[in-house]
């Protein structure tokens, strides 16, 4: 082993904390942050392997997101995920992440039809996938089931904005928000959700500005998934992020591999014996660099760095005046 990096260095390349030196979020946390402007960063995970990485890599929270469906088993949309797949993805991340906040999406099916079978498959996420909370999609239209699944002890977050389950019913994959109804009903459903008891909401595909009023209005932690840079936090698909799925990308998805190959190739370099370092620590190769592309993300979430406007939706000024003339816009105080 080349004596230019110390052994720590090599058990622990990113540099993050290891987790004995963290502490695990819970709601109280996550409100806190929002209190003090501190952005959450979390992506989603699927299995062992990748929720292990997003551990060492330090982020506040994971989602076993039902996008698991199209980048880990390959449907073509999220649509014919199952409970059974969900909670076989649920538990190989917990086994990865033993000391992460993890949430279960609920997957299209296991919650609309009634108050009784949201809690049932909410349970399940709970008792036998061990994780901390569950997420389904929706507003209005699923209070029922939020308020069930609260009533019953268990965290429920919410989803609006673009809602993948539901899609077709505005047109396919669309940017939401834009337009002064778009968003007065996308605000007026976060409401809904906070009453029925959600302790956060997840916003995808809006433009920053209506978003970052859904956030600034509301109690609870409002966070976005291309939903620009005025919310409490941001999460990121990790197949994206390390540009393992070929079929798409999203607008606002950064691929965060080209940011740290230099800072892998340069660790690397400093290893003397590659093999050796490879075969004790298991940190020569793509787990390493993984990892890496994470703390990379984390760090600019941190920062306030990402997402840049590259990785945003914009808006235009015409739209964005008649936005700020709803009844349902706040201006700053």
Aim: net charge negative; with cysteine.
């Amino acid at each position: 082993m080349n004596d230019k990096i110390e052994p720590e260095a090599i058990t622990n390349p990113t540099g993050i904390a290891s987790l004995s030196q963290r502490s695990k979020v819970d709601v109280l946390t996550l409100s806190k942050m929002k209190r003090k402007d501190e952005p959450v960063a979390w992506v989603t995970a699927y299995d062992s392997t990748f929720a292990s990485v997003a551990s060492a890599a330090g982020v506040d929270m994971i989602l076993v997101g039902d996008s698991g469906g199209m980048v880990q088993l390959g449907y073509q949309t999220t649509n014919p995920v199952t409970m059974d797949e969900m909670i076989l993805m649920s538990q190989a991340a917990r086994r990865g992440a033993p000391d992460v906040f993890l949430i279960g999406d609920m997957p299209q099916g296991s919650y609309e039809t009634s108050g009784r079978d949201a809690v049932v498959n909410a349970l399940r996420f709970v008792k036998e996938a061990g994780c901390d909370a569950v997420k389904l999609e929706g507003g209005a239209r699923v209070c029922e089931a939020v308020k069930a699944i609260s009533d019953a002890g268990i965290l429920v977050m919410g989803h609006l904005g673009l809602t993948p389950q539901s899609a077709s019913s505005f047109g396919g994959y669309r940017v939401q928000g834009k337009t002064a109804d778009s968003f007065e009903l996308i605000i007026e459903d976060a409401f809904a959700l906070q009453e029925a008891g959600a302790f956060s909401i997840l916003l995808e595909a809006m433009p920053a500005e209506p978003a970052g009023q859904v956030a600034k209005q509301l109690d609870i932690p409002v966070y976005g998934i291309g939903a620009g840079n005025q919310v409490d936090g941001q999460l990121v698909i990790m197949h994206d992020l390390l540009g393992l799925f070929k079929e798409f990308r999203p607008w606002f998805a950064k691929c965060y591999i080209p940011e740290v190959i230099t800072q892998f190739s340069d660790y690397i370099a400093t290893l003397g014996d590659v093999k050796k370092v490879g075969r004790e620590f298991r940190t020569d190769g793509l787990s390493t660099l993984a990892e890496m592309s994470v703390a990379r993300y984390v760090e600019e979430v941190k920062n306030g760095q990402f997402p840049q406007k590259d990785y945003m939706y914009s808006v235009s000024a015409e739209n964005l005046a008649k936005l700020k003339k709803s009844k349902k816009w706040k201006s700053k105080s």
